[in-house]
């Protein structure tokens, strides 16, 4: 009796397999036969789950999007303070970021390839990137809306200096590879606490 498959298995090895061969050799100049010799397994069989490279690159994005999606909709359920909350939400972007080293390569490639042809980013990557400042956004205006942040706070400028912490983290990661996350997190700790309120009657050091 031949074993059952589990195809969302299969589909999540042919997509680590894929990012794996994009990594080495560049998108563009990796083709369905080299994925299907990677995995094992035949074109035809690897057509079956993923209709081309593109299909399985946007899988990968929304592999990690999905995850901070989910980590955002339990922070939301909390009862925790909003600071804390955004504290958590950071760390949790910052480890999915480390996680996934080896897309973060592709997605920057990707980008440089598109930057030289004089073409728009990939819609997919941009439209992901406005639903992670959207979500920052949010939580610093709940936290400026609960007190916790200062009311002069201008939440559209702090949600860029919240995600440049993130894009630092990525360049170190997918150019240099010397990236320590417990020190991001703690230079985004630091920013975040100067978002606070000072308590009346108290100067900030």
Do not use: W
């Amino acid at each position: 009796m031949s074993r059952a498959v589990n195809h969302r298995e299969r589909r999540r090895e042919i997509c680590a397999t894929s990012i794996g061969l994009f990594a080495k050799f560049g998108y563009e100049d990796v083709n369905f036969g080299m994925i299907a010799k990677a995995c094992g397994l035949s074109r035809t069989l690897v057509y079956t789950y993923f209709k081309d490279k593109r299909a399985i690159f946007n899988q990968a994005i929304f592999g990690v999007t999905d995850a901070v999606d989910e980590k955002y909709k339990a922070l939301s359920r909390s009862d925790r303070t909003a600071d804390a909350k955004l504290r958590e939400m950071c760390t949790a972007v910052f480890a999915l970021l480390f996680d996934n080293r080896e897309f973060l390569c592709v997605i920057v490639d990707h980008l440089c390839s598109f930057r030289r042809k004089g073409k728009l980013p990939v819609d997919n990557i941009m439209r992901h990137t406005l639903g992670l400042k959207r979500i920052v956004h949010s939580m610093i205006v709940e936290a400026r809306h609960r007190g916790e942040y200062s009311a002069g706070l201008d939440a559209n400028r702090a949600t860029e200096l919240v995600y440049s912490q993130f894009e630092a983290a990525i360049l170190r990661l997918a150019v240099s590879g010397k990236a320590v996350i417990s020190d991001l997190i703690e230079q985004t700790g630091e920013l975040l606490t100067a978002f606070r309120a000072v308590p009346e009657g108290q100067t900030r050091n």
